[in-house]
């Protein structure tokens, strides 16, 4: 086929392989740079003595976003990817020996909510009720359209975002309206932890967020069968069935730009020419690495970045009973945590932990009676702080943590460890000063400053993945990849 239109893709990241099996349905000739070995980006997976882990994404919401693109491809989605939801999801656990489940739906949730709190079951509906109807008042607006075409200001959508401008939270903070919302610290402390879904602080970032919650109570959250890498080997070996042609070991070194167009990538082997690239390399260092003289939209590359994170992968010689796939241990003072990760930049004494254990559901990630350990906390981005002095004070904050609250000792439990901290992520994925979601949306005005996903000033150059709009996540992503490849007729 002579005449058959061809798109690079830099990145072999969730939004990128979203992009390359939406550009393959569209006809073009695809292929993808990746500068690992492997697929995935942030969505991988590493081995260590018996123990799987997935590196980087744990809480899955939205599977229909992965289920389209496999229909999309012809196929039947049960073929590649399979999942199961979760009920619970969560099981959250205070420094003063409450435990809470965050159970799926309204009526489940709220139930054992009001059950251990002080607040009513009929409060926290409402304060659902409330974040669904600012979910589907902006999600047309922020997330399923680009923010940067005149055209898409002109619609219903945004026509019914404006008459209700007052209810989707533009004007308050996360933390402000789960306290006007809640008495009980314990609530207000679990619905400000989603504002860490995008790097962000509770305290800062606008309430207008508080759709997470929706997402994952109402919605869904869910578990893909064999772990969060099958998200990528699914989709990869979608494109690879469907003719995509995936190039790993293979950074791109240029994006090769004549009379302001878009021409084509430069490797190590030379320059390929295309008729569209689309860059799902984090926004900041595609402008800084791959075409270092063309102009920078200033503004938007140097808002400041999210957070990061320090992670244990830990084998764990020993199955925990009280735990479930998804914990959180928090800390008692979240302000003074979230002010030590932005204001001081460094890590906190006494750290919320996630951890996450993929063996409760798939038994084979750990060897008989033990469990993958996914041990996180957030930390600062990467701004030439000691690392390895925080990875040492984290280590032991988080161990004493899990044994006060857990009533164990698990130091003598560890059999095996790797650690990942924003160093790391930074040279893994090359997430500028290794932010895991780009920009924070740490104003009002964040949304409107994550890159489009085209450029104004070169033809034929596009955008796609967790550092420009609509953002980080994997639901996000493959939105993104969506809307990019939408633009591109
Ligand atoms: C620890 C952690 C926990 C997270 N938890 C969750 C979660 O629970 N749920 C959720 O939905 N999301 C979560 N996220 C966020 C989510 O993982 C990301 O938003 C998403 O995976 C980003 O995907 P992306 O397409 O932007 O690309 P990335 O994953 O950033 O991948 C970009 C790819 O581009 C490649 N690349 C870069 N430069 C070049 C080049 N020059 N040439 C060739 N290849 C290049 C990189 O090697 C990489 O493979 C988490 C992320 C991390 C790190």
């Known amino acids: 086929m002579d005449n058959q239109k061809s798109c690079a893709i830099i990145g072999a990241g969730i939004s990128g392989i979203g992009a390359s099996i939406r550009m393959r349905n569209k006809g073009y000739k695809v292929v993808v740079y990746e500068v690992n070995a492997f697929p995935g980006g942030k969505l991988s997976s590493e081995s260590n003595k018996g123990y799987r882990f997935d590196m980087g994404p744990s809480v899955f919401t939205m599977p229909e976003y992965v289920d389209e693109l496999i229909t999309l491809s012809g ?51 409402n304060y659902l009720d409330k974040t669904e109807e600012m979910y589907e008042l902006t999600a047309e607006v922020f997330l399923h359209n680009s923010l940067h075409k005149f055209k898409n200001f002109f619609t219903k959508a945004v026509a019914k975002g404006l008459i209700n401008f007052g209810k989707i939270g533009a004007f308050d903070t996360m933390n402000g309206a789960n306290e006007k919302a809640f008495k009980d610290p314990h609530l207000v402390q679990i619905f ?65 730009i004549e009379n302001g167009t878009a021409k084509g990538i430069r490797t190590n082997h030379g320059i390929e020419k295309y008729d569209v690239v689309i860059s799902n390399m984090d926004v900041y260092n595609t402008y800084h690495k791959l075409m270092p003289t063309a102009k920078k939209p200033e503004k938007i590359l140097n808002q400041p970045k999210s957070s990061s994170g320090i992670i244990f992968y830990w084998g764990i010689k020993h199955s925990f009973k009280e735990l479930g796939l998804h914990n959180i241990l928090f800390s008692e003072n979240y302000r003074e945590e979230f002010d030590t990760i932005f204001s001081k930049k460094t890590i906190y004494h006494d750290p919320t932990i996630y951890v996450n254990i993929t063996s409760k559901h798939t038994p084979s990630d750990a060897p008989p009676g033990c469990e993958n350990w996914f041990a996180f906390i957030n930390t600062p981005n990467n701004e030439g702080q000691d690392w390895d002095k925080l990875i040492d004070q984290a280590r032991e904050a988080m161990i004493k943590k899990v044994n006060r609250i857990l009533k164990t000792d698990i130091r003598p439990m560890i059999e095996c460890e790797m650690v990942f901290d924003p160093r790391v992520i930074e040279k893994r ?19 409107f400053l994550r890159h489009p996903n085209f450029s104004k000033k070169i033809k034929n150059l596009y955008f796609c993945g967790g550092s420009v709009h609509p953002g980080p996540s994997i639901p996000l992503c493959l939105l993104s990849a969506k809307i990019t490849t939408d633009l591109i007729k």
């Open 429 to 447: 994925t090359s997430s500028a000063f290794g932010a895991i979601y780009g920009n924070s949306s740490n104003n009002k005005f964040a949304a």
């Open 75 to 125: 196929k039947n989605p049960k073929d590649y990817f399979n999942y199961v939801q979760l009920d619970p999801v969560y099981k959250y656990f205070f420094e003063d020996g409450t435990v809470l489940d965050s159970f799926h739906g309204k009526k489940g949730y709220a139930k054992e909510m009001a059950a251990k709190t002080k607040v009513k079951e009929q409060e926290i509906i």
């Open 192 to 256: 400000n932890r989603y504002s860490t879904y995008n790097g962000s602080s509770p305290y800062l970032a606008p309430a207008t967020l508080n759709v997470i919650p929706h997402v994952e109570i109402v919605k869904g959250a869910y578990y893909p069968i064999g772990g969060m890498y099958s998200i990528t080997s699914s989709l990869v070996k979608l494109g690879k069935d469907i003719g995509i042609d995936y190039r790993f070991g293979t950074p791109v070194k240029e994006i090769v």
